[in-house]
């Protein structure tokens, strides 16, 4: 399809494991975001990429929390020694759009998330 | 924290007009107002956006006070399918400042 898609769709682990969520952009967007997203809760902001420079970690919760989008396309959220609450959906988004100079902006596309369960 | 203000719930009769109102009265001068809606157990789906003028497309129609300190998203004729969480958010267009801080949402119920 031509949307943002995101693997698994569903992970379980157990606690102290570590894991790895994976993002494919729509092709050609040059940003990248990643959301974590607490039940009944709004989506939060975890970390930005612009190609492969990521612009913006600010929002990761802690030094366990990874990323990186190495040629720019797809996107890996690593988190080590998972704790239960890293229980969440992560969203992933995509945008078109770069810099202080288009003249009207791009919205984001979501996927559908991954739902991580630490047991 | 979230830069706006949203009801918690509304409900609207299927076939009429759904209208979500949203205040954003700290909002700069090159801030977007964006809307967005969640389906249950899917991802966030944009909806429209817009700067200072009011907008429309095939989804909706988004109304910006003349002072853009509040929006009204507008649903022409509601359907079940539009049942959703409905997030109003405020964004610029510049590196950090694009990222979307959002809210609760309001929780929209479209009845038959």
């Known amino acids: 399809g031509a949307g943002v898609s995101q693997s698994p769709r569903y992970k379980v682990a157990k606690r102290g494991q570590d894991v790895a969520l994976r993002c494919d952009p729509i092709s050609g967007h040059v940003s990248l975001f990643w959301y974590q997203q607490a039940l009944g809760q709004g989506p939060e902001f975890l970390t930005y990429?612009?190609?492969?420079?990521?612009?913006?970690k600010s929002g990761l919760p802690s030094d366990r929390f990874f990323a990186e989008r190495p040629e720019g396309s797809v996107s890996t959220l690593k988190i080590q020694r998972t704790q239960q609450e890293d229980s969440a959906v992560y969203l992933c988004?995509?945008?078109?759009?770069?810099?202080?100079?288009?003249?009207?902006?791009?919205?984001?596309?979501f996927g559908d998330g991954t739902r991580l369960s630490i047991l | 924290d979230a830069k706006t203000t949203q009801p918690t719930s509304m409900d609207c009769a299927e076939g009429r007009a759904a209208n979500l109102p949203c205040n954003h009265s700290t909002i700069s001068g090159n801030e977007y107002v964006y809307w967005y809606r969640q389906i249950h157990s899917q991802g966030p789906q944009y909806i429209i956006h817009g700067l200072k003028n009011n907008e429309t497309n095939e989804m909706a129609s988004l109304i910006i006070t003349e002072d853009r300190k509040s929006s009204t998203l507008i649903l022409p004729h509601a359907t079940l399918r539009d049942t959703a969480v409905y997030y109003c958010i405020v964004s610029g267009n510049a590196g950090n400042n694009r990222k979307l801080i959002w809210g609760l949402g309001t929780s929209l119920a479209v009845n038959p």
């Open positions: 988004a995509s945008s078109p759009t770069s810099g202080p100079y288009t003249r009207s902006n791009q919205p984001q596309h």
């Open positions: 990429f612009q190609n492969e420079a990521q612009l913006d």
